[in-house]
């Protein structure tokens, strides 16, 4: 549940730099490196304007977060709920007692005294 609130407040920054209708760098976050910076632009380019231009996606989140009035979900959800139990509990029976596996052990039968055939004593 946290991580849902956690994404649906987040807002984004997309920034895209496009040089000639060509997709040069995209950076989210940050600002986008554009390729003209520092260099000249070739013969080509620099004839026409603005060869160079800057895309900003801004993916907006939630800004306000409320709580539910609570009389809506006592009439409507109680329905839902008690079904949802009673389904539940018909698919997932609880045991009430865990299984004793030594219930259905019958031991082995001995037919000789071993300790008196491996002549083994307490004392």
Avoid at 1 to 7: C, D, G, R
Avoid at 34 to 45: L, V
Avoid at 64 to 80: A, G, R
Avoid at 83 to 88: D, G, K, L, S
Wanted: aromatic residues 8%.
């Amino acid at each position: 549940m946290a991580l849902l609130v956690l994404v649906s407040t987040l807002s984004l920054t997309i920034e895209k730099h496009y040089c000639a209708d060509t997709l040069v760098d995209v950076a989210i976050f940050t600002e986008a490196k554009g390729c003209c910076a520092g260099k000249k632009a070739p013969a080509s380019e620099s004839k026409k304007e603005g060869c160079c231009k800057n895309e900003v996606d801004l993916i907006k989140g939630q800004d306000e977060l409320s709580v539910k009035d609570t009389e809506s979900f006592k009439s409507i959800n109680k329905t839902f709920l008690v079904a949802m139990a009673t389904v539940f509990g018909a698919i997932f029976p609880i045991e009430d007692e865990a299984p004793v596996p030594q219930d259905v052990y019958t031991p082995p039968k001995l037919f000789d005294d071993l300790y008196q055939l491996h002549e083994v004593y307490l004392i």
